[in-house]
């Protein structure tokens, strides 16, 4: 049975299939979070001394992503794709989560095959892409959360000022210490500041997209974007955690940088997963009833 | 001639608010979910979907208000921020008869 929506067709199976789909990505995605949880605390707890333990840690740092990915594909259609700022908000958070999985996939598999995972390597190549994606969710976030509204204020013009300043500043102290590492610049350095510019510019449009749309953002969609800001705040943790671990000689498999970038996959995912249309009053526009569309 | 594009101006209202409107929503969250949402207010018809315009099927000042509702039920303020926007781009003086006076006090 089919519907002419505006040029749209719209078969009713493909409604009921996106549902279902959506339903059961949902469920696992939430129970897959509680299962992870549980085992870095027991990782914690009991410290097993074979490594597999904590390389197992890795495999939820891949699928819950890719559970991510599943259901930012299905929901952004509802929101029209690309052409509104909604639906590019949710296809850069899921590429996002993509470089996650496909990095994450490729450094285990090293790992697993007792390869030494070079830096920079193959993952670097996936992981240094997610804060710019990240980014650029946040611009498009930024058109519809409000805070283009309090842009025109001269407290927000403050911060349009001070906030990037900031950021500088304590990503350079945080990632560099000084400009003595600048000193040799190689490969790893160029890598670093890479790295580094990304999380400059999640942190600045982080920061000024949720204190610009604070007193905006409202409506039922609303803990789905602070989930999202929560996830990519997350991220940005985890950035710092692994490199003050990085600078002890303290990284392995499990620690507690995967364990907050676990974190931040799981606001991100589950948050992408909120932003279900569903959820409005009178749905998307579209109900099947008895296989008839209307 | 000048009175000629005035009255055609004038016939455009108050259709032409719910268009822009309309339109300008498509851009944050998708055509499909936007004309649903109009549809919702049970107050017009989409006569040309592609380009938003639509025909009025009760009071424009009782639609437009559950225009705004509706479409603030899926970002709250930020939503019925882009509402108000579109309508401050408008003249005033010939769309303010349409307006409800909640929405005329937040425009000014």
Known sequence: MYHQLYNLDVKACDVENITVVGKVVTITSACLTALAILYWLFLQIYMPESSIYYTV??????????????????????????????????ICT???????????GISTYLEIANHEIPYPGIPDYFFVLIDPLYALSLVSIMRFSGARTNMKR???????FTIPLISIFINFKIFFGSTDYFETIDYPVVFNIIYTFGSVLVMILAVLTIVLSITRLGGKMRLAIYMLFLGIVLQYMGDITYSILLSKDSLYSGNLSDFIYFLSIAFV??????????????????????GVVS | ?????????????????????????????????????????????????QQHEVALTQDPK???????????????????????????????????????????????
């Not at chain 1, 001269?154 to 349009?160: E, K």
């Open chain 2, 62 to 108: 009782n639609t437009l208000s559950k225009l705004v509702s509706s479409y603030e039920e899926i970002f709250g303020e930020a939503s019925v921020d882009v509402c108000l926007d579109v309508i401050k781009r408008m003249p005033m003086e010939q769309m303010s008869q349409y307006l409800p006076e909640d929405i005329k006090q937040r425009v000014g």
């Open chain 2, 1 to 49: 001639m000048v009175g000629m594009a005035l009255v055609l101006t004038m016939g455009l209202y108050p259709n032409e608010i719910f268009r822009e409107i309309i339109a300008e929503q498509s851009q944050v969250i998708g055509t499909k979910l936007a004309h649903a949402r109009a549809l919702l207010t049970g107050g017009l018809t989409f006569t040309s979907p």
């Open chain 1, 154 to 160: 001269v407290w927000a013009l403050f911060l349009l």
């Open chain 1, 94 to 104: 899921s590429a996002g989560l993509m470089m996650w999985a496909l990095g994450m």
């Open chain 1, 57 to 90: 840690f890795t495999f939820f740092l891949i699928a819950l992503p890719l559970l991510g990915i599943i259901n930012g594909i299905l929901i952004q259609k509802a929101w029209g794709g690309f052409e509104s700022f909604v639906g590019r908000s949710v």
């Open chain 1, 269 to 290: 995912t589950i948050g992408l997963s909120r932003l279900n249309t569903d959820r409005l009053n009178g749905g998307n526009g579209i109900s099947v009833d008895n």
